[in-house]
Nanobody, 112 residues
Framework: QVQLVESGGGLVQAGGSLRLSCAAS????????MGWYRQAPGKEREFVAV???????YYADSVKGRFTISRDNAKNTVYLQMNSLKPEDTAIYYC??????WGQGTQVTVSS
């Protein structure tokens, strides 16, 4: 059993920055992919970023160059640094471990 808890969401103006955190507990392991997805009202959940067990990273085209995903295995935590935020980044952001476990989500709102 794994529990994921996101934090760090909030309200920010366009061009600003936020850092999201996802803390894992339970039967944790470092040999899993950790990722972030987001879901805006009326839209399907979409991929944002992933950091694989070997630390390779991949990003959706919409956030490439603006977002950075990282992980601290000693703290069982994955981060998403979001810079140059745009109104279209507004969504609930979900942390996932290998797309098998999901957090409760944290709201990110970017005003124009």
């Amino acid at each position: 059993q794994v529990q994921l808890v996101e934090s760090g969401g909030g309200l920010v103006q366009a061009g600003g920055s936020l850092r999201l955190s996802c803390a894992a507990s339970g039967r944790t392991s470092s040999r899993y992919d950790m990722g972030w997805y987001r879901q805006a009202p009326g839209k399907e959940r979409e991929f944002v970023a992933v950091i694989r067990w070997n630390s390779d990273t991949y990003y959706a085209d919409s956030v490439k160059g603006r977002f950075t995903i990282s992980r601290d295995n000693a703290k069982n935590t994955v981060y998403l640094q979001m810079n140059s935020l745009k109104p279209e980044d507004t969504a609930i952001y979900y942390c996932t471990r290998d797309r098998g476990y999901w957090g409760q989500g944290t709201q990110v709102t970017v005003s124009s």
